[in-house]
């Protein structure tokens, strides 16, 4: 079955320039779009047509680092950094998902949330506690959202209660990778919180694990200066904090995802480069719980692939367009403060890392070129009544200044929602 959509379309053409399609149709067939055209072609004229004129059709949003438990703490106790953060607001709060009514409770809010605010693809942390992230994973897979979960392991440096013994944090993930890994939309990832709360034994039993399913990883890289020389100190025989990840063997098995990357050595972008590895800046969370700011655009010119993160609940905005607004204005303050090597990213730029770029790690998503899963969103209310604004211009501000109300339709494969 085809239908046609009537709106203006925009997405990214390639890293620097959008493509625009003002006042146009777009034929999506079996979830897919099939074309994009000024005026209705002949051998669709008995289609029929959902106008959304006025809107401006762009594709969905993915959010490559956002840890569901810490929905609860958004806004909350965002004057504490890194260290702090996580002792004293963060793991007490993921403990309590050892209660999988809790749990199921508070996943719901988030998955909607996600949906209500345009995100449709996502690289998610739950906590270490099976059921919880069980429900996570089968939540997500439903809703459509082409994703990957991670049941967090951590095995040294963390509360009594969060941690794990190495053999039962990889048996525990494993069951998760037997039932989940042939979903359709949402499927498990590892993910090994970070160096300092992994040690060498889990983390290789990890790699055996990524091996033996073909499965990738997320973590938290180079994320901050404590951490990095936290990962030096608890691996010496590492060169850099992505090497720890390398040496286990966990980069090559599948998609890596990499938080942060605020404060990577030659190295580290050495190793990641060679995977094709993603890293992912989390603007809002860098400025409130690490106070870093990724070298985006030096990255970007080293054909480095970096996608967006929410980073909830150390970034406190759910929606990744308002991040890609963030990005902009840190690469600027970037720029500013160690103009050497640094440059400002232009606003498309950051548009394609919270699309297209991002995108492509779930498949053919995060545009609507030909070919692409439709999975898009149509925004509006955003002009002035004194001047009419580009369809560029409105995705534009959408970023800066929209809120969730702003999106006026949803499609997730195809299907409005
Ligand atoms: N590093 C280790 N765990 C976390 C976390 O939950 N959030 C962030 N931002 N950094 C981390
Ligand atoms: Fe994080």
């Given at each position: 079955m085809m239908k046609l959509i009537h709106a203006d379309i925009v997405y990214s053409e390639d890293r620097a320039h959008l493509a625009v399609h003002p006042d146009s149709y777009i034929a999506v067939e079996k979830g897919k779009v099939k074309g994009i055209w000024p005026v209705i072609p002949e051998e669709y004229r008995n289609v029929s047509v959902t106008d959304h004129s006025g809107g401006v059709l762009i594709p969905a949003f993915s959010d490559l680092h956002v840890h569901a438990p810490q929905y609860l703490n958004r806004g909350l106790e965002m004057d504490l950094l890194l260290e702090d953060w996580l002792s004293k607001c963060t793991f007490p709060l993921e403990a309590k998902y050892a209660d999988p009514g809790?749990?199921?409770?508070?996943?719901?809010?988030?998955?909607?949330?996600?949906?209500?605010?345009?995100?449709?693809?996502?690289?998610?942390?739950?906590t270490i506690h099976s059921e919880a992230t069980s429900y996570l994973i089968e939540r997500m897979d439903k809703a459509g959202i082409k994703g990957f979960v991670g049941k967090i392991n951590m095995d040294r440096s963390a509360p009594e209660d969060l941690l794990e013994d190495a053999e039962e944090s990889v048996r525990e993930t494993e069951a998760l990778l037997e039932k989940y890994s042939g979903n359709k939309n949402t499927k498990p990832i590892l993910t090994p919180r970070f160096a300092p709360t992994c040690t060498g034994k889990l983390l290789y039993d990890l790699g055996n694990l990524g091996k033996k399913y073909g499965v990738g990883m997320q973590t938290h890289l180079v994320e901050s200066l404590w951490e990095a020389e936290q990962a030096r100190v608890l691996f010496p025989e590492c060169s850099c904090d992505t090497e720890i990840y390398e040496k286990a063997g966990l980069m090559d098995n599948g998609p890596v995802i990499g938080g942060h990357f605020i404060f990577p050595s030659e190295d580290d972008i050495r190793i990641m480069q060679k995977y094709d590895?993603?890293?992912?800046?989390?603007?809002?969370?860098?400025?409130?719980?690490?106070?870093?700011?990724?070298?985006?655009?030096?990255?970007?010119?080293?054909?480095?692939?970096?996608?967006?993160?929410?980073?909830?609940?150390?970034?406190?905005?759910?929606?990744?367009?308002?991040?890609?607004?963030?990005?902009?204005?840190?690469?600027?303050?970037?720029?500013?403060?160690?103009?050497?090597?640094?440059?400002?990213?232009?606003?498309?730029?950051?548009?394609?890392?919270?699309?297209?770029?991002?995108?492509?790690?779930?498949?053919?998503?995060?545009?609507?070129?030909?070919?692409?899963?439709?999975?898009?969103?149509?925004?509006?209310?955003?002009?002035?009544?004194?001047?009419?604004?580009?369809?560029?211009?409105?995705?534009?501000?959408?970023?800066?200044?929209?809120?969730?109300?702003?999106?006026?339709?949803?499609?997730?494969?195809?299907?409005?929602?």
């Open positions: 809790f749990a199921k409770l508070v996943y719901d809010a988030f998955v909607d949330d996600m949906l209500a605010n345009g995100t449709m693809h996502a690289c998610v942390y739950g590895s993603y890293a992912v800046q989390c603007p809002d969370a860098t400025v409130s719980v690490i106070a870093g700011i990724m070298q985006t655009g030096a990255l970007l010119d080293r054909g480095m692939k970096i996608g967006l993160g929410s980073d909830i609940s150390a970034g406190h905005h759910i929606g990744v367009y308002t991040q890609a607004a963030r990005a902009v204005q840190l690469s600027k303050l970037k720029e500013f403060y160690e103009p050497e090597g640094n440059r400002k990213i232009s606003f498309p730029e950051a548009f394609w890392m919270a699309t297209k770029q991002s995108g492509d790690i779930f498949g053919a998503t995060g545009s609507l070129e030909p070919g692409s899963v439709f999975d898009a969103l149509v925004i509006d209310g955003l002009s002035d009544a004194a001047r009419d604004l580009s369809p560029a211009q409105i995705v534009e501000r959408f970023c800066y200044i929209g809120t969730k109300e702003n999106i006026k339709a949803r499609y997730i494969n195809g299907k409005q929602i």
